[in-house]
């Protein structure tokens, strides 16, 4: 077997805008990952509740607060481009 050794960049060598462009990228990674499974576990849980309403508040919650870190970290990531692009002349 022909296997080649694993090669890690450091991120901080690189410039300020180009490391949170690549923090953002594995944020948005790891989201993209997450997301289902917390969306499934407060369908599970509104299924399960049995007309519960704290149940059905809770997982109203949960999926509330999954939109609001997607547009959150979405939005950051957008915004942070578009000024690494209005200003790259200056970094």
Same mark, same amino acid.
């Given at each position: 077997m ?9 991120? !901080? @060598? ?7 462009? *690549?923090?953002?990228? +594995?944020?948005? $990674? #790891? ?12 369908? !599970? @849980?509104?299924i ?5 309403p *704290?149940?059905?508040? +809770?997982?109203? $919650? #949960? ?13 950051g ?8 692009? *209005? ?5």
């Amino acid at each position: 077997m022909n296997l080649k050794p694993a090669i890690f960049v450091n991120p !901080i @060598t690189r410039s300020l805008p180009d490391f949170l462009i *690549a923090v953002f990228n +594995e944020l948005l $990674k #790891i989201l993209w990952v997450l997301v289902p499974f917390v969306l499934m576990y407060a369908a !599970i @849980t509104i299924i399960t509740s049995r007309g519960e309403p *704290a149940k059905i508040q +809770e997982a109203k $919650k #949960i999926i509330f607060w999954t939109f609001f870190t997607v547009a959150l970290i979405v939005g950051g990531s957008t915004l942070l481009q578009m000024l690494i692009s *209005a200003f790259r002349g200056l970094f």
